[in-house]
């Protein structure tokens, strides 16, 4: 059992290199997605 099907992650496969992908891609994606909203509202950028 790798470091990564413990804790929170409590399901099999919760280490698959997929799983793992797709959770960074929408951390990232939704992290990018606040900076550009704050920019726009800070600085109305069109």
Same mark, same amino acid.
């Given at each position: 059992?790798?470091?990564?099907?413990?804790?929170?992650?409590?399901?099999?496969? $919760?280490?698959k290199?997929?799983?793992? $992908?797709?959770?960074?891609?929408?951390?990232?994606?939704?992290?990018a997605?606040?900076i550009?909203? $704050?920019?726009?509202? $800070?600085?109305?950028?069109?």
């Amino acid at each position: 059992m790798s470091d990564l099907n413990r804790g929170i992650m409590k399901f099999d496969g $919760a280490d698959k290199p997929l799983v793992v $992908a797709i959770s960074a891609v929408l951390i990232l994606g939704s992290i990018a997605a606040l900076i550009f909203w $704050a920019l726009n509202v $800070a600085y109305a950028i069109d």
